[in-house]
């Protein structure tokens, strides 16, 4: 069984450009939530995709946007980059969807620096 | 505003010791919890969970407690090994919020041959 995988693992852009980070689902999951991590905090919840729509969204503005495949694999884009948005992004996949508590399985990170 | 406070940034504990890592939470509808572990450079790994049904949930030298009237849940590692040291995380979540779990900032944790 194939866990989550993030790609890349680092990635370094400048204030202004746009960037897209990918995750890979673990097997038999079809919800992907994204997260962010500032340094020395906890994650913070982007959004959820389940079954290809997005199921759910935390206080992030609209130049954050995501996509699920129907592989249930997913993608994170950010436009118009600011240096708040350095941080780690986490990728976690689970089953069921919304109004279940099933455990979510977290890849790695794509740690992203904006100069 | 924060809805789960970890107060602690870090911990140090002897080995063979009890470790408590402590969690508050402000939202009264929040009704499941959770804690991860996360070692550098891996993302967080599911530890525990507790739902606002019980007030202990107990997995090997884990043992989750919850107080919801003080709004207080907290962790205990007993015995406490060389490898429990990483970052701790409390999450919570309520019903209507789906798989959107809220963090606190959490405890680094060291555990000291």
């Known amino acids: 069984e194939t866990g989550v995988t993030q790609s890349p693992t680092h990635l370094i852009k400048t204030r202004g450009q746009q960037v897209t980070l990918r995750c890979s689902s673990q097997s038999g999951h079809n919800t992907v939530s994204w997260y962010q991590q500032a340094l020395g905090q906890g994650p913070q919840f982007i959004f959820q995709y389940y079954r290809e729509e997005e199921n759910g969204r935390g206080n992030f503005p609209p130049r954050f946007s995501g996509l699920q495949f129907p592989n249930y694999s997913s993608e994170l884009n950010v436009n118009a980059l600011e240096l708040d948005d350095s941080a780690l992004y986490l990728c976690?996949?689970?089953?069921?969807?919304?109004?279940?508590?099933?455990?979510?399985?977290f890849g790695p990170g794509t740690r992203l620096t904006v100069l | 505003d924060q809805q789960v406070k970890q107060n602690s940034p870090s911990l140090s504990v002897q080995e063979g010791r009890i470790s408590i890592l402590n969690c508050d939470y402000t939202n009264s509808m929040f009704d499941y919890f959770l804690w991860y572990k996360k070692y550098p450079a891996e993302g967080p790994t599911f530890l525990i969970s507790?739902?606002?049904?019980?007030d202990k949930n107990e997995d090997g030298r884990f043992t989750v407690f919850l107080n919801k009237s003080a709004k207080h849940l907290s962790l205990h590692i007993v015995p406490s090994q060389p490898g429990d040291s990483a970052v701790y995380f409390c999450a919570a979540s309520a019903r209507n919020y789906g798989q959107n779990f809220v963090f606190g900032p959490g405890t680094r944790l060291s555990v000291l041959p």
């Open positions: 976690a996949s689970s089953s069921g969807g919304a109004l279940t508590y099933n455990e979510q399985f």
């Open positions: 507790i739902s606002s049904i019980k």
